[in-house]
Every structure is written in C-alpha cells, then in structure tokens.
C-alpha cells in the first residue's frame, strides 16, 4: 500500500449499503467528492450529508449488473451488512476498472486512513487492519500535544517567505524553520499571543520588525 494525496474536485465515488458504517464513508468524502449511496434504504445519518442515494435492492444483481452501477466512478466502496455482497461489489468494480474499497470482507486496492484534519493539514494513519484502535489513539494524541499546529504552520509560512527575502543561504534557512518547530517558547507564543508571537518569533530568528499582516 502506498500512501497519496488524491484532488477528489470532479471524481465520483459511489457507496454500497445505506448503514451507519455506509454513512460514515459517505461523509468522509463528501467534503471533497460527488458522492451516490447505493441501498435498499437509508440510516437517518445520511439526512445531513450532501450525496445522492438511490433505492436499488443489491442483493438480486450479479457481478456484472453491480458493475453497470459504477460507470464513470473513481472509487466504489462496499459498506453493506454482508461480506458476500460486499465481496460480489469488489469483482464488480475490478470488472469495471474501478477502483475498491471494502469495509468488510476481502480486502480491496484502497485503504480509508484515520484523519486528523486542520486549516492547513490533513495527516493520515493506517494500520492496514493489523490495528484499529492504534490511528484513533494517534490522532488523538496528536490533537491533544499539537492543539495549535495550525497557528504554528501559519508562522512557518511567513517566516519562510521573509527567510528567502532576507537569508541567501538555503541551508540556513531550512535551519531556522526547524529549529522553530523545537523551540518551546515559539509553541507558548503562539498559543498566548497572537501576532505578537510572530513578532517575537522573527526577532529571536532573523531579528528586526515583521510588518503585521
């Protein structure tokens, strides 16, 4: 498996089983995809996420009935309440060139990661399977040690772009914005002062006033 960042403006993702597990793939790419639920019916959940969902009963279709239900779909996902199913959808998408996801049963091309989400990151962990409670913990924690990381990637945003104004050397630059990162009083700064700490933080790295943006 190898980990990418993938631009979902335009792609189509498509959603088998209207559960709360079907919900919760659903709502994952929503944000970022078109994205058709595919059931019998449909969990409440599903009122407050924008996909369109359609009423079909699966479990009378063949591979190659399924595989009509895919036609110009990036990714499927099989999140139904029963592995045969899910694995039948699985063939179908391989038939279809399709891209697979399957939340239960054999194991498809994609994995859905664990996502911690910011203003300015999105970082993904997985496991592969071997340990589900593990990226829940790690997101969390990484939540609760960094809960102003986003604040602190806006520094480095500035501070680089006044490093390539002001320091030649690149090597001294990709110095200063590391050291930074390591820099407990940066981190206190941040969480307390505002633009202040910015100010603050330039002094100390380049020296001299940044203009406040």
Avoid: C
């Avoid at 997101?139 to 809960?147: A, G, N, S, V």
């Avoid at 690149?170 to 110095?175: F, I, L, V, Y």
Wanted: charged content about 25%; proline content about 4%; hydrophobic content about 40%.
């Amino acid at each position: 498996m190898i980990p990418l960042m993938i631009d979902g403006a335009g792609r189509h993702v498509v959603i088998f089983g209207g559960g709360p597990v079907g919900a919760r793939k659903a709502a994952y790419f929503a944000r970022e995809m078109r994205v058709t639920t595919i059931s019998r019916s449909f969990h409440e959940m599903f009122d407050n996420i924008p996909a369109e969902r359609r009423r079909v009963d699966l479990g009378t279709m063949d591979e190659e009935d399924i595989a009509t239900l895919l036609s110009g779909a990036f990714l499927a996902v099989a999140a139904t309440s029963e592995r045969t199913l899910n694995d039948r959808i699985g063939r179908a998408a391989r038939r279809a060139g399709v891209l697979f996801n399957n939340a239960d049963g054999e194991r498809g091309d994609v994995l859905i990661p664990s996502v911690v989400r910011g203003e300015h990151y999105t970082l993904s962990i997985s496991t592969g399977g071997a340990g589900p409670a593990v990226p829940r913990f790690l997101r969390e924690h990484l939540q609760q040690t960094f809960p102003h990381l986003d604040a602190m990637i806006g520094v480095q945003e500035r501070l680089r772009a006044d490093l390539k104004a002001e320091v030649p050397d690149r090597e001294r630059r990709q110095t200063v914005l590391r050291a930074v990162l390591s820099d407990p009083d940066a981190w206190a700064w941040i969480a307390a002062e505002g633009e202040e700490a910015y100010q603050k933080i330039r002094e100390r790295y380049i020296g001299g006033t940044a203009t406040a943006y």
